[in-house]
């Protein structure tokens, strides 16, 4: 079983920068792909960005790419997701996620553990 806590989340101006990181226990991942998704009041969950097993591959939504960075340090058996110039818009609760395959995913129903989340808010 894996674990993972989310942690970096908080208020921030348009324009400001957060990191976010999760943290996996129980087991490591340094196998999975990993992902991070975002849920906003009243809207679906969608896919923000995924890792493969390596770090060799990374995938964007179309509404972050540029923006955000996805990384992650299997030695630590952890993945970060550097935000820069966010934007009201990217105000949500966002949620790390992992995908006990290699290749990453953008479809949330292929990642089996999932964190609690972390608020981002972004203001105006």
């Known amino acids: 079983q894996v674990q993972l806590v989310e942690s970096g989340g908080g208020l921030v101006q348009a324009g400001g920068s957060l990191r976010l990181s999760c943290a996996a226990s129980g087991r490591t991942v340094s196998g999975y792909a990993m992902g991070w998704f975002r849920q906003a009041p009243d809207k679906e969950r969608e896919f923000v960005a995924a890792v493969n097993w390596n770090g060799g591959s990374t995938y964007y939504a179309d509404s972050v790419r540029g923006r955000f960075t996805i990384s992650r340090d299997n030695a630590k058996n952890a ?4 935000m ?3 934007k009201p818009e990217d105000t949500a609760t966002y949620y790390c996620a992992a995908r006990p395959r290699g290749d990453a995913s953008t479809w949330y ?3 089996d553990y999932w964190g609690q989340g972390t608020q981002v808010t972004v203001s105006s």
């Open 109 to 111: 129903l292929q990642y």
């Open 79 to 82: 993945v970060y997701l550097q």
């Open 84 to 86: 820069n110039s966010l």
